[in-house]
């Protein structure tokens, strides 16, 4: 059997909030670090405000763009009023991953316990590329990160990851 190698995926990072620019994007930054630190590539990065106009101006641009893999956003996932990054996502997704929301608040009860339910994380394809919707906090982020998307962002993965699956993700 072949040796499988790592390869590189080009992601671009989104954080939605109202209060954050972008030389104060704490766990935009810590996000990037660490996608770096694995060897993937930043393909865009910007800071947008809780609103579903712009969140979905700026995705829709990085849905059409041949040079984004993939769309990482970071806040916006919460239950307050201002928390509107799933429902920019939602009407944008052509299929939703409910495993990766579902994944992620079972890691995260073991962490916070039943605080676990205020996290509206998730994850879906859109015009060939895969979306992620994260919770603003750095801990929540690095969480993500750490514990689901680094091992399905690398194609050495086994049994299964999304790296294998992103050729396909546009067949109808």
Known sequence: MPEVIFQPIRIAVLTVSDTRSATEDRSGDAL?????DGGHLIAARSVVQDEITSIQACLRTWIADAAVD????????????RDVTPEALRPLFDKELPGFGELFRM?????????????????????????????????AVLQAWDEILVHQFDRRTRPGNLVALMPRLKEK
């Open 107 to 139: 890691l995260s009860y073991s962490k916070i316990g039943t605080a676990a339910i205020l996290s509206r994380a998730m994850g879906g394809v859109s015009g060939g590329k895969l979306l992620f919707a994260l919770p603003g906090s750095t801990n």
């Open 32 to 36: 990037v670090q660490r996608l770096t």
């Open 70 to 81: 993939v769309i990482l956003t970071v806040g916006g996932t919460g239950i307050t009023g």
